[in-house]
Protein backbone atom coordinates (compact mmCIF):
# COMPACT_ATOMS: atom_id res chain seq x y z
CA UNK A 1 0.00 0.00 0.00
CA UNK A 2 1.44 3.27 -0.89
CA UNK A 3 -0.88 6.74 -0.98
CA UNK A 4 1.83 8.97 -1.88
CA UNK A 5 1.75 9.11 -5.59
CA UNK A 6 4.93 10.59 -7.49
CA UNK A 7 4.95 13.82 -9.55
CA UNK A 8 3.29 13.43 -12.69
CA UNK A 9 1.63 9.76 -11.96
CA UNK A 10 -1.32 10.90 -13.41
CA UNK A 11 -2.65 14.22 -15.46
CA UNK A 12 -6.19 15.46 -15.75
CA UNK A 13 -8.09 12.79 -18.65
CA UNK A 14 -9.49 14.44 -21.69
CA UNK A 15 -12.94 13.61 -20.24
CA UNK A 16 -12.73 14.92 -16.53
CA UNK A 17 -14.48 17.92 -15.41
CA UNK A 18 -11.75 20.89 -15.48
CA UNK A 19 -14.05 22.33 -11.95
CA UNK A 20 -11.92 21.02 -9.07
CA UNK A 21 -14.48 18.36 -7.12
CA UNK A 22 -15.78 19.04 -4.11
CA UNK A 23 -15.21 16.60 -1.09
CA UNK A 24 -18.63 14.68 -1.62
CA UNK A 25 -18.06 14.15 -5.38
CA UNK A 26 -14.60 13.29 -5.06
CA UNK A 27 -15.79 10.63 -2.64
CA UNK A 28 -17.53 9.38 -5.50
CA UNK A 29 -14.63 9.21 -7.95
CA UNK A 30 -12.92 6.17 -6.85
CA UNK A 31 -9.48 6.07 -8.61
CA UNK A 32 -8.85 9.81 -8.79
CA UNK A 33 -6.27 9.50 -5.36
CA UNK A 34 -3.35 10.89 -6.38
CA UNK A 35 -3.51 12.88 -9.81
CA UNK A 36 -1.77 15.70 -10.40
CA UNK A 37 -3.63 19.28 -10.33
CA UNK A 38 -0.57 21.48 -10.87
CA UNK A 39 0.04 22.68 -14.12
CA UNK A 40 -3.20 24.16 -15.73
CA UNK A 41 -4.72 27.43 -15.12
CA UNK A 42 -8.29 27.25 -14.80
CA UNK A 43 -8.92 30.65 -15.55
CA UNK A 44 -11.49 31.55 -12.81
CA UNK A 45 -13.20 34.45 -11.66
CA UNK A 46 -14.63 35.48 -8.97
CA UNK A 47 -18.42 34.33 -10.07
CA UNK A 48 -16.78 30.52 -9.79
CA UNK A 49 -15.92 31.63 -6.23
CA UNK A 50 -19.41 32.08 -4.96
CA UNK A 51 -21.00 30.37 -1.86
CA UNK A 52 -20.92 26.50 -2.50
CA UNK A 53 -18.46 26.58 -5.02
CA UNK A 54 -15.30 24.03 -4.35
CA UNK A 55 -13.50 25.85 -1.77
CA UNK A 56 -9.56 25.05 -2.60
CA UNK A 57 -8.57 27.95 0.18
CA UNK A 58 -5.28 26.49 1.83
CA UNK A 59 -5.16 25.53 5.10
CA UNK A 60 -3.04 23.81 7.69
CA UNK A 61 -0.02 25.29 6.10
CA UNK A 62 3.41 23.72 7.12
CA UNK A 63 7.10 23.22 6.25
CA UNK A 64 9.44 20.46 5.82
CA UNK A 65 13.12 19.55 4.73
CA UNK A 66 13.77 17.39 1.82
CA UNK A 67 16.60 16.26 0.80
CA UNK A 68 19.14 19.53 1.25
CA UNK A 69 17.61 21.46 4.01
CA UNK A 70 20.15 24.24 2.65
CA UNK A 71 18.71 24.37 -0.51
CA UNK A 72 14.75 24.48 0.38
CA UNK A 73 11.75 23.17 1.96
CA UNK A 74 8.60 21.27 0.92
CA UNK A 75 5.49 23.86 1.60
CA UNK A 76 2.66 21.12 2.41
CA UNK A 77 -1.52 22.36 2.86
CA UNK A 78 -4.77 20.97 2.43
CA UNK A 79 -8.25 22.41 1.47
CA UNK A 80 -11.62 21.53 2.24
CA UNK A 81 -11.99 20.31 -1.85
CA UNK A 82 -9.91 20.26 -4.71
CA UNK A 83 -7.28 23.06 -5.20
CA UNK A 84 -7.58 24.23 -8.52
CA UNK A 85 -3.85 25.47 -9.86
CA UNK A 86 -2.48 24.80 -6.18
CA UNK A 87 0.80 27.16 -6.03
CA UNK A 88 3.37 28.37 -3.75
CA UNK A 89 4.99 31.62 -5.38
CA UNK A 90 8.33 32.53 -3.52
CA UNK A 91 7.99 36.65 -2.94
CA UNK A 92 11.11 37.19 -1.60
CA UNK A 93 15.02 36.18 -0.83
CA UNK A 94 14.51 35.01 -4.20
CA UNK A 95 13.87 36.22 -8.10
CA UNK A 96 9.96 35.55 -7.66
CA UNK A 97 9.10 32.31 -9.29
CA UNK A 98 6.11 29.61 -9.12
CA UNK A 99 6.29 26.31 -7.57
CA UNK A 100 3.42 24.27 -8.77
CA UNK A 101 2.18 22.04 -6.27
CA UNK A 102 1.55 18.12 -6.38
CA UNK A 103 -1.74 16.70 -5.19
CA UNK A 104 -2.29 13.87 -2.37
CA UNK A 105 -5.82 12.06 -1.33
CA UNK A 106 -7.03 9.92 0.43
CA UNK A 107 -10.23 8.51 1.95
CA UNK A 108 -10.84 8.12 5.42
CA UNK A 109 -11.47 3.98 5.98
CA UNK A 110 -13.86 4.97 8.72
CA UNK A 111 -15.85 8.11 8.08
CA UNK A 112 -15.68 8.30 4.19
CA UNK A 113 -14.34 11.88 4.20
CA UNK A 114 -11.27 12.55 0.89
CA UNK A 115 -8.58 14.71 2.45
CA UNK A 116 -6.75 16.75 -0.37
CA UNK A 117 -3.47 17.77 0.43
CA UNK A 118 -1.15 19.63 -1.59
CA UNK A 119 2.48 19.60 -1.77
CA UNK A 120 5.46 21.89 -3.10
CA UNK A 121 9.21 21.18 -3.07
CA UNK A 122 11.23 24.50 -3.19
CA UNK A 123 14.81 23.70 -4.08
CA UNK A 124 18.29 25.46 -5.87
CA UNK A 125 17.93 28.29 -2.73
CA UNK A 126 20.66 30.19 -1.31
CA UNK A 127 21.80 28.45 2.17
CA UNK A 128 20.95 30.57 5.13
CA UNK A 129 18.52 32.91 3.59
CA UNK A 130 15.01 34.09 4.69
CA UNK A 131 12.55 33.72 1.64
CA UNK A 132 8.87 34.84 1.93
CA UNK A 133 6.07 32.68 -0.05
CA UNK A 134 2.50 32.79 -0.60
CA UNK A 135 0.21 30.17 -0.54
CA UNK A 136 -2.58 30.30 -3.04
CA UNK A 137 -4.68 28.34 -5.80
CA UNK A 138 -7.28 29.69 -8.50
CA UNK A 139 -10.46 28.85 -6.08
CA UNK A 140 -8.49 30.34 -2.96
CA UNK A 141 -10.87 32.45 -1.18
CA UNK A 142 -7.92 34.75 0.17
CA UNK A 143 -6.36 34.54 -3.71
CA UNK A 144 -6.13 38.39 -3.43
CA UNK A 145 -4.05 38.10 -0.24
CA UNK A 146 -3.18 34.91 0.17
CA UNK A 147 -1.22 33.30 3.11
CA UNK A 148 1.98 34.40 3.26
CA UNK A 149 4.90 33.68 5.94
CA UNK A 150 8.98 33.14 5.69
CA UNK A 151 11.26 30.82 6.52
CA UNK A 152 15.13 30.51 6.45
CA UNK A 153 17.28 27.63 4.26
CA UNK A 154 19.97 25.67 6.50
CA UNK A 155 23.48 26.46 6.97
CA UNK A 156 25.92 24.70 4.92
CA UNK A 157 29.06 23.28 6.37
CA UNK A 158 29.97 23.58 10.13
CA UNK A 159 27.79 26.68 11.76
CA UNK A 160 25.85 27.39 14.68
CA UNK A 161 22.17 26.67 14.58
CA UNK A 162 19.33 25.82 16.84
CA UNK A 163 16.58 22.70 16.90
CA UNK A 164 13.81 22.21 19.29
CA UNK A 165 12.07 19.18 19.94
CA UNK A 166 9.07 17.65 21.80
CA UNK A 167 6.58 14.75 21.22
CA UNK A 168 2.68 13.99 21.66
CA UNK A 169 1.21 17.40 20.93
CA UNK A 170 -2.33 16.61 20.50
CA UNK A 171 -5.21 19.79 19.47
CA UNK A 172 -6.44 22.94 21.40
CA UNK A 173 -9.63 20.97 20.46
CA UNK A 174 -11.12 19.87 23.40
CA UNK A 175 -14.18 18.05 22.35
CA UNK A 176 -11.36 15.13 20.94
CA UNK A 177 -10.05 12.59 23.30
CA UNK A 178 -6.25 13.21 24.47
CA UNK A 179 -6.51 17.28 23.41
CA UNK A 180 -5.68 20.09 25.81
CA UNK A 181 -5.24 23.73 25.16
CA UNK A 182 -1.76 23.08 26.43
CA UNK A 183 -1.31 22.46 22.60
CA UNK A 184 -1.50 25.59 21.62
CA UNK A 185 1.20 26.94 24.24
CA UNK A 186 2.79 24.59 23.23
CA UNK A 187 3.25 25.97 19.41
CA UNK A 188 4.07 29.01 20.92
CA UNK A 189 6.95 28.08 22.51
CA UNK A 190 8.34 27.04 19.12
CA UNK A 191 7.67 30.42 17.87
CA UNK A 192 9.88 31.78 21.48
CA UNK A 193 12.62 29.87 21.27
CA UNK A 194 13.05 30.68 17.07
CA UNK A 195 14.86 27.36 15.65
CA UNK A 196 15.80 26.67 12.71
CA UNK A 197 13.48 23.67 12.23
CA UNK A 198 11.86 21.49 15.43
CA UNK A 199 11.62 17.69 15.81
CA UNK A 200 8.12 16.77 16.47
CA UNK A 201 8.42 13.16 17.99
CA UNK A 202 5.30 11.11 17.20
CA UNK A 203 1.45 11.45 18.48
CA UNK A 204 0.85 14.29 16.46
CA UNK A 205 -2.92 14.51 17.21
CA UNK A 206 -4.28 11.46 18.08
CA UNK A 207 -6.86 11.20 15.50
CA UNK A 208 -7.33 7.23 15.82
CA UNK A 209 -8.95 8.23 19.10
CA UNK A 210 -11.39 9.92 17.33
CA UNK A 211 -12.68 7.42 15.03
CA UNK A 212 -15.83 9.01 13.76
CA UNK A 213 -13.64 12.15 13.12
CA UNK A 214 -10.43 11.44 12.33
CA UNK A 215 -9.82 14.21 8.96
CA UNK A 216 -10.85 16.53 11.43
CA UNK A 217 -9.11 15.87 13.91
CA UNK A 218 -5.88 16.14 11.73
CA UNK A 219 -7.28 19.72 10.49
CA UNK A 220 -7.46 20.96 14.03
CA UNK A 221 -3.77 19.40 14.33
CA UNK A 222 -2.89 21.11 11.13
CA UNK A 223 -4.26 24.58 11.87
CA UNK A 224 -3.07 24.38 15.40
CA UNK A 225 0.36 23.95 14.18
CA UNK A 226 0.50 26.05 11.01
CA UNK A 227 1.45 29.05 13.62
CA UNK A 228 4.98 27.83 13.82
CA UNK A 229 5.28 25.14 11.50
CA UNK A 230 4.75 27.73 8.51
CA UNK A 231 7.63 29.58 9.17
CA UNK A 232 9.95 26.39 9.77
CA UNK A 233 10.42 22.83 9.41
CA UNK A 234 8.49 20.67 11.43
CA UNK A 235 10.00 17.19 11.14
CA UNK A 236 7.82 14.42 12.45
CA UNK A 237 8.18 10.34 12.99
CA UNK A 238 5.36 8.63 13.23
CA UNK A 239 3.82 7.24 16.48
CA UNK A 240 1.65 4.80 18.01
CA UNK A 241 -1.57 7.13 17.32
CA UNK A 242 -0.17 7.97 13.79
CA UNK A 243 -1.66 3.68 13.28
CA UNK A 244 -5.85 4.19 12.19
CA UNK A 245 -8.14 1.85 11.11
CA UNK A 246 -9.17 1.45 7.00
CA UNK A 247 -6.78 3.67 6.17
CA UNK A 248 -3.80 1.39 4.97
CA UNK A 249 -2.65 -2.20 5.81
CA UNK A 250 -0.37 -0.35 8.04
CA UNK A 251 -2.71 2.21 9.19
CA UNK A 252 -0.70 4.85 8.01
CA UNK A 253 -2.50 6.84 5.16
CA UNK A 254 -3.07 9.88 7.12
CA UNK A 255 -0.01 10.65 8.06
CA UNK A 256 1.55 9.70 4.88
CA UNK A 257 -0.49 11.62 2.62
CA UNK A 258 -0.34 15.05 4.87
CA UNK A 259 3.96 14.94 5.05
CA UNK A 260 6.33 15.12 2.76
CA UNK A 261 9.55 13.81 3.67
CA UNK A 262 13.43 12.73 2.30
CA UNK A 263 13.30 9.80 0.54
CA UNK A 264 14.93 6.82 2.17
CA UNK A 265 15.29 4.67 -0.82
CA UNK A 266 13.11 1.77 0.18
CA UNK A 267 10.17 0.23 -0.73
CA UNK A 268 8.80 2.12 2.40
CA UNK A 269 9.34 6.17 1.86
CA UNK A 270 8.07 8.77 4.24
CA UNK A 271 8.17 6.52 7.07
CA UNK A 272 11.56 6.86 8.04
CA UNK A 273 14.15 9.42 6.61
CA UNK A 274 17.30 11.26 7.43
CA UNK A 275 19.05 14.94 6.77
CA UNK A 276 22.26 16.43 7.50
CA UNK A 277 22.14 20.19 9.09
CA UNK A 278 25.44 21.54 9.66
CA UNK A 279 27.33 19.31 11.46
CA UNK A 280 24.41 17.27 12.24
CA UNK A 281 23.05 14.22 10.82
CA UNK A 282 19.25 13.43 12.22
CA UNK A 283 17.90 10.18 11.50
CA UNK A 284 14.20 9.64 12.06
CA UNK A 285 12.75 6.21 12.61
CA UNK A 286 9.58 4.48 12.66
CA UNK A 287 9.62 2.50 16.05
CA UNK A 288 6.38 0.83 15.65
CA UNK A 289 8.37 -1.35 13.52
CA UNK A 290 11.01 -3.38 16.09
CA UNK A 291 8.53 -2.41 19.47
CA UNK A 292 6.92 -5.37 21.00
CA UNK A 293 4.34 -3.41 22.89
CA UNK A 294 1.01 -3.26 20.69
CA UNK A 295 -0.28 0.61 20.64
CA UNK A 296 -2.15 0.87 17.49
CA UNK A 297 -5.62 1.50 16.85
CA UNK A 298 -7.52 -0.48 18.78
CA UNK A 299 -11.21 -1.47 19.56
CA UNK A 300 -11.96 -2.21 22.97
CA UNK A 301 -15.51 -3.52 22.67
CA UNK A 302 -18.33 -4.26 23.83
CA UNK A 303 -19.19 -2.71 20.54
CA UNK A 304 -17.75 -3.27 17.32
CA UNK A 305 -16.20 0.03 15.68
CA UNK A 306 -18.42 0.00 12.42
CA UNK A 307 -17.25 2.56 9.64
CA UNK A 308 -19.64 4.93 7.74
CA UNK A 309 -21.57 2.75 4.88
CA UNK A 310 -20.59 5.18 1.99
CA UNK A 311 -16.72 3.59 2.75
CA UNK A 312 -18.08 -0.16 2.12
CA UNK A 313 -15.66 -1.10 5.10
CA UNK A 314 -17.28 -4.25 7.51
CA UNK A 315 -17.57 -4.03 11.29
CA UNK A 316 -14.34 -4.65 13.21
CA UNK A 317 -15.11 -6.05 16.03
CA UNK A 318 -14.06 -5.50 19.55
CA UNK A 319 -10.35 -7.01 20.55
CA UNK A 320 -8.97 -6.22 17.09
CA UNK A 321 -5.67 -3.97 17.22
CA UNK A 322 -3.86 -3.31 14.77
CA UNK A 323 -0.26 -4.66 15.42
CA UNK A 324 2.47 -3.67 12.77
CA UNK A 325 5.27 -4.97 14.26
CA UNK A 326 8.09 -6.47 11.84
CA UNK A 327 6.24 -4.95 9.05
CA UNK A 328 9.09 -3.59 7.13
CA UNK A 329 11.19 -6.86 7.47
CA UNK A 330 13.79 -5.52 8.94
CA UNK A 331 14.58 -2.91 5.77
CA UNK A 332 14.07 -0.23 8.38
CA UNK A 333 16.84 -2.02 10.78
CA UNK A 334 19.21 -2.30 7.28
CA UNK A 335 18.42 1.29 6.08
CA UNK A 336 19.43 2.39 9.56
CA UNK A 337 22.37 0.25 9.38
CA UNK A 338 23.95 1.71 6.19
CA UNK A 339 23.12 5.00 7.18
CA UNK A 340 25.49 4.69 10.42
CA UNK A 341 28.23 3.00 8.74
CA UNK A 342 27.79 5.92 5.90
CA UNK A 343 28.11 8.19 8.53
CA UNK A 344 31.10 6.35 10.33
CA UNK A 345 32.98 7.41 7.13
CA UNK A 346 31.83 11.18 6.93
CA UNK A 347 33.67 13.74 8.31
CA UNK A 348 31.69 16.52 7.97
CA UNK A 349 29.09 15.04 10.68
CA UNK A 350 30.11 15.05 14.22
CA UNK A 351 27.28 14.43 15.99
CA UNK A 352 24.44 12.30 15.32
CA UNK A 353 20.86 12.31 16.62
CA UNK A 354 18.36 9.92 16.28
CA UNK A 355 14.14 11.09 16.69
CA UNK A 356 11.49 8.20 17.21
CA UNK A 357 8.68 8.07 19.07
CA UNK A 358 8.79 5.12 21.85
CA UNK A 359 11.25 4.31 24.01
CA UNK A 360 13.74 2.24 24.85
CA UNK A 361 15.12 3.36 28.69
CA UNK A 362 11.97 5.20 29.93
CA UNK A 363 10.68 4.96 34.09
CA UNK A 364 7.52 6.32 33.62
CA UNK A 365 5.23 4.94 36.53
CA UNK A 366 1.65 4.93 34.40
CA UNK A 367 2.91 5.26 31.14
CA UNK A 368 4.23 2.80 28.66
CA UNK A 369 7.87 1.96 30.07
CA UNK A 370 10.69 0.91 28.20
CA UNK A 371 10.74 -1.03 24.81
CA UNK A 372 12.88 -4.53 25.08
CA UNK A 373 12.22 -4.40 20.78
CA UNK A 374 14.58 -1.26 20.20
CA UNK A 375 16.68 -2.09 22.80
CA UNK A 376 17.35 -5.47 20.69
CA UNK A 377 16.99 -4.10 17.30
CA UNK A 378 18.43 -0.54 17.25
CA UNK A 379 20.45 0.36 20.58
CA UNK A 380 23.65 -1.91 19.35
CA UNK A 381 23.15 -0.02 16.26
CA UNK A 382 23.69 3.10 17.91
CA UNK A 383 26.72 1.70 20.45
CA UNK A 384 28.77 0.66 17.66
CA UNK A 385 28.19 3.56 15.64
CA UNK A 386 28.35 6.24 18.21
CA UNK A 387 24.79 7.92 18.22
CA UNK A 388 24.44 10.87 20.75
CA UNK A 389 21.51 11.49 21.26
CA UNK A 390 17.92 9.85 20.93
CA UNK A 391 14.97 11.96 21.36
CA UNK A 392 11.79 10.66 21.96
CA UNK A 393 7.79 10.82 23.55
CA UNK A 394 5.28 8.07 24.16
CA UNK A 395 5.50 8.97 28.11
CA UNK A 396 3.95 11.97 28.52
CA UNK A 397 6.75 13.37 30.71
CA UNK A 398 10.83 14.34 30.78
CA UNK A 399 13.68 12.05 31.68
CA UNK A 400 17.08 12.09 30.45
CA UNK A 401 19.32 9.31 30.42
CA UNK A 402 23.16 9.11 31.71
CA UNK A 403 24.99 7.98 28.94
CA UNK A 404 24.33 4.22 28.16
CA UNK A 405 26.76 1.45 26.24
CA UNK A 406 26.29 -2.06 26.03
CA UNK A 407 23.73 -3.86 28.50
CA UNK A 408 23.49 -5.88 31.70
CA UNK A 409 21.96 -9.50 31.07
CA UNK A 410 19.00 -11.26 32.97
CA UNK A 411 19.17 -8.69 35.95
CA UNK A 412 14.91 -7.74 35.14
CA UNK A 413 12.35 -9.16 37.13
CA UNK A 414 8.82 -11.27 35.67
CA UNK A 415 6.00 -8.89 37.33
CA UNK A 416 4.12 -11.33 37.92
CA UNK A 417 6.60 -14.86 39.03
CA UNK A 418 9.53 -12.25 40.24
CA UNK A 419 11.61 -14.62 37.79
CA UNK A 420 15.18 -13.05 36.29
CA UNK A 421 14.47 -11.77 32.95
CA UNK A 422 16.60 -10.40 30.53
CA UNK A 423 15.61 -7.09 29.84
CA UNK A 424 19.01 -6.21 28.35
CA UNK A 425 19.02 -3.31 30.91
CA UNK A 426 20.86 -0.36 29.44
CA UNK A 427 24.48 0.57 31.06
CA UNK A 428 25.74 4.37 32.27
CA UNK A 429 29.00 5.24 31.57
CA UNK A 430 28.75 7.88 33.48
CA UNK A 431 26.92 8.29 36.32
CA UNK A 432 27.89 11.84 37.74
CA UNK A 433 28.25 15.23 36.02
CA UNK A 434 31.86 15.90 34.76
CA UNK A 435 34.07 18.11 36.59
CA UNK A 436 34.23 20.33 33.63
CA UNK A 437 30.46 20.06 33.10
CA UNK A 438 30.66 18.75 29.96
CA UNK A 439 28.63 15.38 28.63
CA UNK A 440 31.16 13.26 26.25
CA UNK A 441 29.33 11.76 24.08
CA UNK A 442 31.49 9.22 22.17
CA UNK A 443 31.71 7.23 25.41
CA UNK A 444 27.68 6.59 25.53
CA UNK A 445 24.07 7.78 23.94
CA UNK A 446 22.36 9.72 25.92
CA UNK A 447 18.34 8.95 25.24
CA UNK A 448 15.68 12.08 26.24
CA UNK A 449 11.88 11.56 26.81
CA UNK A 450 10.16 14.71 25.37
CA UNK A 451 6.60 13.58 25.56
CA UNK A 452 5.05 16.61 27.12
CA UNK A 453 4.13 18.56 23.75
CA UNK A 454 -0.06 19.36 24.98
CA UNK A 455 -1.89 16.42 25.67
CA UNK A 456 -4.29 15.92 28.11
CA UNK A 457 -2.62 13.15 30.00
CA UNK A 458 0.47 14.10 31.61
CA UNK A 459 2.11 10.91 33.35
CA UNK A 460 4.87 12.68 35.17
CA UNK A 461 5.05 10.04 38.16
CA UNK A 462 7.74 7.51 37.79
CA UNK A 463 8.71 4.21 38.69
CA UNK A 464 10.51 3.55 42.50
CA UNK A 465 11.69 0.44 43.70
CA UNK A 466 9.63 -0.08 46.60
CA UNK A 467 12.81 -2.77 48.87
CA UNK A 468 15.67 -0.48 47.53
CA UNK A 469 13.74 3.11 46.69
CA UNK A 470 15.82 3.42 43.38
CA UNK A 471 14.28 4.34 39.95
CA UNK A 472 12.25 1.57 38.47
CA UNK A 473 11.79 1.03 35.02
CA UNK A 474 8.47 -0.95 33.66
CA UNK A 475 9.65 -3.21 30.73
CA UNK A 476 7.71 -4.52 27.78
CA UNK A 477 9.73 -7.60 26.70
CA UNK A 478 6.43 -9.56 24.43
CA UNK A 479 4.32 -8.99 22.32
CA UNK A 480 1.21 -7.44 24.88
CA UNK A 481 -1.80 -8.34 22.50
CA UNK A 482 -5.64 -8.15 23.31
CA UNK A 483 -7.01 -10.33 26.01
CA UNK A 484 -10.35 -10.90 27.25
CA UNK A 485 -11.36 -7.66 29.78
CA UNK A 486 -13.44 -7.48 32.95
CA UNK A 487 -16.78 -7.03 31.46
CA UNK A 488 -18.37 -9.54 29.11
CA UNK A 489 -17.48 -8.67 25.29
CA UNK A 490 -14.53 -6.39 26.38
CA UNK A 491 -10.80 -6.67 25.39
CA UNK A 492 -7.40 -4.67 27.07
CA UNK A 493 -3.98 -4.91 26.70
CA UNK A 494 -1.65 -6.77 29.68
CA UNK A 495 0.91 -4.24 31.35
CA UNK A 496 4.47 -4.45 30.81
CA UNK A 497 5.34 -7.76 31.60
CA UNK A 498 9.20 -6.73 33.55
CA UNK A 499 10.63 -4.20 36.17
CA UNK A 500 14.28 -2.94 36.40
CA UNK A 501 16.41 -1.16 38.25
CA UNK A 502 16.41 2.11 35.98
CA UNK A 503 20.20 2.50 37.05
CA UNK A 504 20.60 4.61 33.44
CA UNK A 505 17.98 7.45 34.56
CA UNK A 506 19.81 10.53 35.31
CA UNK A 507 16.82 13.39 35.61
CA UNK A 508 12.84 13.15 35.89
CA UNK A 509 11.13 16.07 35.98
CA UNK A 510 8.05 15.42 39.11
CA UNK A 511 6.88 19.14 38.90
CA UNK A 512 5.01 18.99 35.62
CA UNK A 513 4.46 16.47 32.15
CA UNK A 514 4.79 19.04 29.80
CA UNK A 515 7.68 21.28 28.14
CA UNK A 516 10.35 21.71 24.98
CA UNK A 517 13.88 21.22 24.24
CA UNK A 518 16.19 23.70 23.34
CA UNK A 519 19.17 22.53 21.55
CA UNK A 520 21.81 25.17 20.47
CA UNK A 521 24.80 23.80 18.63
CA UNK A 522 28.05 25.17 18.32
CA UNK A 523 30.66 24.03 15.72
CA UNK A 524 33.72 25.30 17.73
CA UNK A 525 36.87 26.03 15.82
CA UNK A 526 39.05 24.08 13.60
CA UNK A 527 41.10 21.39 15.65
CA UNK A 528 38.75 21.94 18.63
CA UNK A 529 35.86 20.60 20.27
CA UNK A 530 31.96 21.08 19.33
CA UNK A 531 29.26 21.23 21.91
CA UNK A 532 25.34 20.71 21.95
CA UNK A 533 23.75 22.60 25.05
CA UNK A 534 20.70 21.43 25.75
CA UNK A 535 17.88 23.34 27.56
CA UNK A 536 14.54 21.92 28.69
CA UNK A 537 12.05 24.30 29.50
CA UNK A 538 8.73 23.01 31.32
CA UNK A 539 5.66 24.21 31.66
CA UNK A 540 5.09 24.92 35.36
CA UNK A 541 1.80 24.24 36.38
CA UNK A 542 0.52 22.84 33.17
CA UNK A 543 -1.12 19.88 35.05
CA UNK A 544 -3.68 21.43 36.15
CA UNK A 545 -4.13 24.44 33.77
CA UNK A 546 -2.52 25.23 30.76
CA UNK A 547 -0.41 28.16 30.98
CA UNK A 548 2.03 29.91 28.28
CA UNK A 549 4.63 29.96 30.79
CA UNK A 550 7.33 27.97 30.26
CA UNK A 551 10.86 28.09 32.34
CA UNK A 552 14.33 26.64 32.38
CA UNK A 553 14.16 23.08 34.24
CA UNK A 554 17.97 22.06 33.43
CA UNK A 555 20.31 22.63 31.35
CA UNK A 556 23.33 20.66 29.86
CA UNK A 557 26.40 20.84 27.81
CA UNK A 558 27.56 17.80 25.79
CA UNK A 559 30.69 18.56 23.99
CA UNK A 560 33.65 16.32 22.18
CA UNK A 561 36.04 16.58 19.27
CA UNK A 562 35.52 17.65 16.06
CA UNK A 563 35.83 14.88 13.06
CA UNK A 564 37.58 17.27 10.80
CA UNK A 565 40.59 17.43 13.70
FE1 LIG B 1 1.34 9.99 23.39
FE1 LIG C 1 2.65 7.05 21.94
Known amino acids: MTV ?21 AFVTGAGLSGLVAATTSHGFTDGDLKEGSPDGTPEQIHLTWGEDPSGGVCVSWASASQAANPR ?26 TVFT ?15 YAVTADNDRNRLRPFTASFRTAPRGRARFRWTSYGDLATPVLSWVLSSPQSTFAVKAVERFQPLFHLLNGDLCYANLNPGAQPAVWADFGNNVQASAANRP ?23 TRFTLPANGTAFPGRWYQFQVGSALFISLHADDVIFQDSGAFVGGP ?3 VPAPSTGNPPIPPGTSLYIHGYSGGAQTRWLEQVLAAAAQNRSIDWIIVQMHQDALSSSKYGNGSDKGIREAWLPLFDRYGVDLVLCGHDHDYERSWPVRGCNHDVGRD ?5 PVDTLQPRPVITAKPANGEFDTTHGTIHFILGGGGTSAPLD ?8 RVPQAKVITRPNRPIPGAAVGTFTKPAADAVEDAIWSARRDTDTGY ?16 SITISYHHALGADKRATADYELFEQLVLAKERRDR
Not at 461 to 468: I, K
Request: overall charge negative.
Open 415 to 419: VLTGA
Open 4 to 24: AAPAGALGYSPGMSKKPLSRR
Open 303 to 305: APL
Open 88 to 113: VELTAGAKPRTFHAVQRTYTDGLNGQ
Open 515 to 530: GIAVFDLDPGEPGGKT
Open 234 to 256: WMPCPGNHEIEFGNGSDGMNAYL
Open 461 to 468: AYGENPVS
Open 118 to 132: YHASISGLAADTVFT
